[in-house]
């Protein structure tokens, strides 16, 4: 069962959070409970929609390391993970590449070829690294935040279903509301720039140790079979739908369960609700349907297909 100590440090990631991106409730409820449930997190945005800055906020209220990867057509696999280098003795020694942070940023991670995202498959899923036979865990909060354009299509190459499967939540960041707009302009005539941590006004909230016990605690919290019942009968409906040409793994399930559990612990809950499944649906399943091309060429959207599902599927109650 969940704290009231706990769920307060919770909340104070996620109002940290918000102080430092503005106008953007949903993403960054969806990113800390992404982080409490132990998951990695794709962001799809267009250009100077905060997702860099989602990142940096994270690693000072976390006081965790951070690493930036540039993801480029020419980037390899050992640019990410690391290589094993020949010593003065002759012996091999690894050295470490920027994925052994706690908190990495794969930044315009649909840029890169196939071969070096696949680099990061076994890092997501594993959270360890294996160059030349040889395995090395990574930090135990280790935890990817990649980012890629929606609308820009020349010189990317598209994420493979096995990888998209490996990110708990795409979270999509739009535009904000003209109000927000106006108060992020007046916080750069206050001092605030994007690329200065220094300017965020932001103090530790907890440290990797006070993220792990967090994780603890949401595992803790209780699910009813009911609710169990409730997830798999959503999941299993993806692959029957007619809308969708491809439906949601097993693992979309567990995805779901997990950040259920991370979502009651912020709302200070000791157990799930129903609503929070059906609140974090979408950024579980999105990435992980397809629509089929004749309603995609209607502009029919994946949130839309999962919206009609979730009305269709009966809702348990539970006690």
Known sequence: MGSPETTERARAILS?????????DDATRDCVVALLARGHVLLEGVPGTAKTLIVRALAQILSVTNARIQF???LMPGDVTGISILTGTHDLRFREGPIFHELVLADEINRAPAKTQAALLEAMQERTVTVDGESHPLPPTFTVFATQNPIEFEGTYPLPEAELDRFMFKVSIAYPAEEVERGILGRYLEGFEADEPATYGLDPVTDAAGLAGLRAEARGLRVEPALLEYITRIVRATREAASLALGASPRAGIALLKASRALALLEGRAFVIPDDIKRLAAPALRHRVTVTPEL??????????????LEQVEVPTTT
């Open 296 to 309: 995609e060429l209607e502009g029919v959207s994946a949130d839309a297909a999962l919206r009609a599902i």
């Open 72 to 74: 480029t057509p020419d």
């Open 16 to 24: 940290g959070l918000r102080r430092v991106v503005l106008g953007q």
